[in-house]
């Protein structure tokens, strides 16, 4: 088959099979652009870690200059391309004032980072300095975004903040839509293959490790089937609370209660009441209160108490 006959080919698929064109409509926001902005957005936040050569408190103010001109150009060109496609009406001047406010919020967001790069070098005792966190830790990236996805997703920003958080998801192995609202001292071990759904509220103080999901139970449907949006479908998990690898936590009315620990492996649609450890014996999902002092999951293996119950 000559190309000219695939293009021929390809053209009728176009016009016959449709929905997955995009054709003489508002010209989208480029994968490649924002990919670039989440780059330099993490340069703005973390400077001196991520450029080629060092960089001296002297030459800070110009660098600082320089990449806000940068990342106010291309942040205000993609959310303009966002509004047109959300038909938001004066899509130009309210991409401007949406890329200022967001600016704008730079220096509090350094401060609530602060708290997850603190929390990773104090939550594993393999981290040998702050360095090392920001440089290598996967939960520093995909954090970082998420918190900046997160307040253009509630300025109400189509597209843009899912992309964002799909870059550092790509990178990372971490998928944590923007709509999910994290407490300061988030810390995600490992990283690989957490997923913390839109819905998802995180207190302060939590440690995550690899393969935990924030899920929904369920989706509730309209009459024809279609999933209705903007509901609560994911789980709440309070202040200090633990959750080991693959633990799976699903719900819109499911609580994990403050200062709880949930084991490696459980599968949870029910809440649980504050200072509870949550694990399995043999086939039976256990959940009991924490004993005095108990810190790690690995102390639950001895036989349970009479206060222990089965679910």
């Given at each position: 088959m000559h190309?000219?006959?695939?293009?021929?080919?390809l053209l009728s698929s176009y016009r016959s099979d449709g929905g997955i064109n995009h054709l003489d409509g508002s010209n989208l926001p480029?994968?490649?652009s924002v990919n670039q902005l989440a780059t330099e957005c993490m340069h703005l936040l973390f400077p001196g870690f991520f450029e080629e050569s060092g960089l001296t408190e002297r030459d800070l103010p110009a660098h600082v200059e320089r990449l806000l001109v940068k990342i106010d150009r291309r942040m205000a060109a993609e959310i303009e391309k966002c509004l047109r496609f959300g038909a938001t009406p004066s899509p130009g001047e309210r991409a401007r004032e949406l890329t200022t406010t967001l600016l704008a919020q730079f220096p509090e967001l350094r401060k609530l980072i602060k708290t997850d790069v603190a929390a990773a070098y104090q939550g594993d005792p393999a981290a040998r300095s702050i360095e090392e966190i920001i440089l290598?830790?996967?939960?520093?990236?995909?954090?970082?975004?998420?918190?900046l996805a997160h307040v253009l997703y509630h300025l109400g920003v189509p597209l843009l903040p899912r992309m964002l958080t799909e870059y550092a998801h790509e990178r990372t192995g971490c998928d944590i839509h923007p709509g999910a609202q994290l407490g300061a001292h988030f810390f995600i071990d490992h990283g690989t293959g957490v997923v913390?759904?839109?819905t998802a509220t995180v207190g302060a103080h939590v440690k995550l490790y690899q393969g935990v999901t924030l899920g929904?139970?369920?989706?509730?449907?309209?009459?024809?089937?279609?999933?209705?949006?903007?509901?609560?479908?994911?789980?709440d998990i309070g202040d200090h609370v633990t959750i080991y690898a693959h633990a799976t936590i699903l719900g819109g009315d499911t609580r994990v209660g403050a200062h709880?620990?949930?084991?490696?492996?459980?599968?949870?649609?029910k809440s649980i009441p504050d200072h509870s450890v949550t694990y399995f014996k043999g086939e039976n999902?256990?959940?009991r209160s924490r004993r005095k002092k108990e810190a790690m999951v690995e102390n639950i293996g001895a036989p349970p108490h009479d206060h222990d119950w089965e679910i």
């Open positions: 190309l000219a006959a695939i293009k021929q080919a480029s994968q490649a290598a830790y996967p939960c520093v990236l995909v954090i970082s975004l998420q918190r913390i759904g839109e929904a139970k369920s989706f509730e449907v309209d009459d024809d089937g279609v999933p209705i949006k903007g509901v609560k479908r994911h789980p709880s620990i949930i084991g490696s492996n459980v599968w949870l649609m999902l256990v959940v």
